[in-house]
C-alpha cells in the first residue's frame, strides 16, 4: 500500500487531507521569538495576524531530518511511502526529508515539487489519486514529473515591504516602488521564483495579471485554478470570479496561503497556480 506524505507548505484544506489519509510534517515558524507548529499550533489566520502587528519578519525553517523519520518510522515494513515537498529552491525540506530517509531506513520515495503553496497541494492530490487507483510509486512519479513540467505558479505582490524587511530588495528600491505604486507579478520556474512583471497601479495590475495567463493556454476548460492569499479574501474571490468569467475553467479553489510563502508575499499577496 502506498502511504502519502508532506510537509504543511501545500496549503490543502484538513478535509482534502482526511479524504486521502495524507500524513503532514509540519514547518516551524518563529514570531518574535516563539516557536510553532504550522497547522498544529498555528493557524494561517493566526500567522497573518501575528506577521501584521510584528516589527520583525517571521521566520520559518523546514522540519528537521530527525521529524521526517520519525513520521516514516509510523509506518510498516510493506508499506510504500511517497514523500512531496516543497521545492528545494525555496526551502531546505526536500534535503531533510532525504536524510530523514536515510535515517529511518524505511522505503521512501522522496519528491522535489519544485513549487509552493497550491502548485504543491495539486500534485499532492494528484499522487493520492493514482495511488488509490493503484498505481505504483514509479508510474505516479512519471505523472508527477509531467504535473511539474506543466505547473504555472505566479505570485502576486501588492506591496513590496516584506520583500525589502527580508533582504531580497534594497530600502531605496522599496521605497521607490511604494510611492509610485508599483506591484510586481513573480513566476515560478524551476523551483525558484523571478520578476515576470511590474505594474504600476491596482487596476494595471489585475488587468496584466489575467493577459499573462491569457498566454499560458488556449483552453482553460480542464483547468484548475489555486489561488492562495494573505488574508484579502474579497481580493481572492473578485480574482476568482474574473477566471470563471473570462476562462470557464473546471474550478477555482481559494485558500488560505501558508507561512513560508506567505512571510514575503504580505498584506495583499496572492499565488495563482494552474497547469
Known amino acids: 500500500m502506498i502511504k502519502i506524505l508532506t510537509d504543511s507548505s501545500s496549503d490543502l484544506s484538513n478535509e482534502i487531507i482526511e479524504k486521502y ?13 516563539k516557536d510553532y507548529l504550522e497547522g498544529i499550533d498555528l493557524t494561517p489566520q493566526d500567522f497573518f495576524s ?26 510498516g515494513e510493506n508499506d510504500e511511502l511517497l514523500c ?15 536524510m530523514g530517509k536515510e535515517l529511518s531506513g524505511a522505503n521512501v520515495t522522496v519528491f522535489d515539487t519544485l513549487a509552493g503553496s497550491l ?8 499522487a493520492a489519486e493514482l495511488a488509490q487507483k493503484g498505481y505504483s510509486v514509479e508510474e505516479i512519479i512519471a505523472e508527477l514529473e509531467r504535473d511539474r513540467e506543466k505547473m504555472n505558479i505566479l505570485i502576486l505582490l501588492d506591496t513590496l515591504e516584506n520583500i525589502v524587511k527580508g533582504g531580497r530588495l534594497s530600502k531605496f528600491q522599496g521605497s521607490l516602488a511604494k510611492i ?31 493577459e499573462v495567463i491569457r498566454h499560458k493556454k488556449e483552453d482553460f476548460s480542464n483547468t484548475i485554478f ?41 498584506r495583499g499577496g496572492m499565488i495563482i497556480s494552474f497547469k
Open 21 to 33: 489519509d495524507i500524513t503532514v510534517v509540519p514547518l516551524k515558524v518563529n514570531i518574535d521569538g
Open 180 to 210: 509610485l505604486n508599483i506591484k510586481v507579478i513573480l513566476e515560478g520556474v524551476n523551483g525558484k521564483v523571478e520578476i515576470l512583471e511590474k505594474v504600476q497601479g491596482k487596476k494595471r495590475f489585475q488587468k496584466k495579471t489575467l
Open 84 to 98: 512531496l515537498t516543497i521545492s528545494s529552491g525555496l526551502s531546505g525540506t526536500y534535503q531533510s526529508a532525504c
Open 226 to 266: 489555486g489561488i492562495t492569499h494573505t488574508g484579502n479574501v474579497e481580493e481572492a474571490e473578485v480574482l476568482k470570479a474574473e477566471l470563471i468569467q473570462q476562462f470557464h475553467p473546471k474550478d477555482v479553489v481559494v485558500r488560505y496561503m501558508g507561512a513560508t510563502m506567505g512571510t514575503y508575499a504580505g
Open 119 to 126: 502548485a504543491h497541494g495539486f500534485q499532492i492530490i494528484h
Open 50 to 75: 501575528k506577521l501584521f502587528s510584528s516589527e520583525n519578519l517571521p521566520k520559518t525553517s523546514q522540519p528537521s531530518p530527525a521529524a521526517f523519520a520519525e513520521a516514516f518510522s509510523k509506518f
